[in-house]
């Protein structure tokens, strides 16, 4: 079974450039989060999907973050325009469902490390 | 907001010792998991408890969770070098999953 898929890897900008993040969860999850995780740190949740509809985005710093998720698999995350404190890594995880008391291990990504200049 | 903290912060012990961390959220929790991340990686699932009180194992890991589903617990018994990493306990509310402030533990051989 493939795991989740992210790309790029690194990417190195400047403070007030643009960047996207690419995610291809595992076949069939519904589920999908973003998570930013800042060096030393445990990740902090962005933004959930149930499908294509959004779950949770209230730490998502809506005046600069957007993610979409359209027809309800793959995803993009983009920061416009970045900010230093930005640089982190950023995770993407997939899970099968989310309700509550169901089985939902998250599956991660090798993630995206983004270092603002 | 839905808070997660774990202590200790780091642990170093000696091959052989064992090691403890605990999770403590700030709001009752419908289940909990445990992840591991080594360096440089991505976080792996290791458990998900959901009953209130419940004991799993996994070979030297124990987990439990708290009566109260407020805390919750990974203990390891006889520490080996490839245990090296930073656990994470992630707690969900409703719909909401918050991290810990995750445990980074060093081995000693």
């Known amino acids: 079974e493939a795991g989740v898929a992210q790309s790029p890897r690194y990417k190195i900008i400047e403070k007030r450039q643009s960047v996207a993040f690419w995610c291809n969860p595992i076949s069939g999850h519904a589920t999908l989060y973003w998570y930013q995780q800042i060096l030393g740190q445990g990740p902090k949740l962005l933004i959930q999907f149930q499908n294509n509809g959004v779950v949770d985005d209230s730490q998502l710093p809506k005046d600069r973050f957007s993610a979409e998720r359209l027809k309800g698999v793959d995803s993009t995350l983009k920061i416009q325009p970045a900010k230093l404190e930005d640089s982190a890594v950023y995770l993407c995880?997939?899970?099968?469902?989310?309700?509550?008391?169901?089985?939902?291990?998250?599956?991660f990504g090798p993630g995206t490390r983004l270092t603002v200049l | 907001g839905q808070q997660v903290m774990q202590i200790p912060q780091y642990q170093h012990v000696q091959e052989g010792e064992d090691f403890t961390t605990y999770c403590n959220s700030s709001?009752?929790?419908?289940?909990i998991q445990w992840y591991k991340q080594r360096p440089g990686g991505h976080p792996v699932f290791l458990i998900q408890?959901?009953?209130?009180?419940e004991v799993k194992k996994q070979k030297r890991l124990t987990f439990q969770f708290g009566e109260a589903k407020k805390n919750s617990s990974l203990h390891i018994t006889a520490t080996q070098t490839t245990d090296v990493g930073t656990y994470f306990c992630?707690?969900?509310?409703?719909?909401?999953?918050?991290f810990g402030t995750g445990t980074k533990l060093q081995v000693i051989p």
């Open positions: 995880a997939s899970s099968l469902g989310q309700l509550a008391g169901s089985y939902n291990e998250q599956f």
């Open positions: 709001t009752t929790l419908s289940n």
């Open positions: 992630a707690g969900r509310g409703y719909q909401k999953v918050t």
């Open positions: 408890l959901v009953k209130s009180g």
